[in-house]
């Protein structure tokens, strides 16, 4: 079977690969692109480890064809930060231990900086609500849940 060229912008930056038309968008992040930050946890949609934003919309990259990405513009967890400093929400979560294993962390971040790219001042109901598609079996999600929100103060207080 042919290989499918796909055109796209991935973390800001014209990107081509070549896919099978049946390989999903974590796949070739993972494998020939070598962004390797998004997390397979479960290739069902179910987990959220997976998770980056096309064309601004949060999506699990597991349950998108990497052909389906021709002409859009995706963001991971590698693009999340500008240059070497980190984003405060990444800051955040090391500070208030919000992470244990490491394999939710991707896609936890990658939600909560889509919620407050969209509502800078969050309600704890809407943090939980947003970051609900993302399963962590280690850190009982309080840790998160509190992270997002003081990252949401400081970013607020940091544009006053």
């Given amino acids: 079977m042919a290989k499918l060229h796909v055109s796209t912008i991935i973390n800001g930056e014209p990107q081509e690969f070549l896919c099978d038309a049946e390989q999903s968008l974590l796949d070739v992040l993972r494998g020939p692109l070598g962004l390797t930050g998004s997390k397979e946890g479960c290739a069902s949609g179910d987990c959220g480890a997976c998770s980056v934003t096309v064309d601004g919309r949060l999506v699990c990259s597991c349950l998108m064809l990497a052909a389906e990405a021709e002409g859009k513009s995706i963001g991971t967890i590698e693009g999340m930060a500008p240059g070497d400093r980190l984003h405060p929400l990444q800051t955040k979560f090391l500070e208030m231990a919000a992470l244990q294993c490491g394999i939710c962390t991707p896609g936890v971040l990658m939600a909560a900086k889509s919620l407050l790219d969209r509502n ?11 970051l609900a598609g993302n399963l962590c079996r280690c850190t009982g999600y309080d840790k998160i849940v509190r992270a997002v929100m003081e990252t949401a103060k400081d970013m607020r207080e940091a544009v006053r």
């Fill in 120 to 130: 800078p001042d969050p309600t704890e109901h809407e943090v939980r609500y947003w």
